[in-house]
């Protein structure tokens, strides 16, 4: 079993910055890749970014140049660093750590105020 507890959202302006994080325990060493995705109001949960154990990351052009995931394993902990925000942006954000199983965490709100 895998735990993900998320933190960082908030309310900030059209340009502001935001850094989510996202903390894993449990049985982390399964883990392969790890991954933040958002859902906003009627529509559809989408990718954000994916980072794979070796660090190889993927984002969608939507957030390309914007966002940028990161991890540090001795902490157990994936980052999404949120610059130059939008209010397209805003949405709930969720970690996910996929292995031999899928897991995801609680979620924390993102609102991008204009």
């Known amino acids: 079993q895998v735990q993900l507890v998320e933190s960082g959202g908030g309310l900030v302006q059209a340009g502001g910055s935001l850094r989510l994080s996202c903390a894993a325990s449990g049985s982390i060493g399964s883990i392969s890749v790890m991954g933040w995705y958002r859902q906003a109001p009627g529509k559809r949960r989408e990718l954000v970014a994916t980072?794979?154990?070796?660090?190889?990351?993927n984002y969608p052009d939507s957030v390309k140049g914007r966002f940028t995931i990161s991890r540090d394993n001795a902490k157990s902990t994936v980052y999404l660093q949120m610059n130059n925000l939008k209010p397209e942006d805003t949405a709930v954000y969720y970690c996910r750590a996929v292995g031999p199983w899928d897991y995801w965490g609680q979620g924390t709100q993102v609102t991008v105020s204009s």
């Open positions: 980072i794979t154990k070796g660090g190889s990351t």
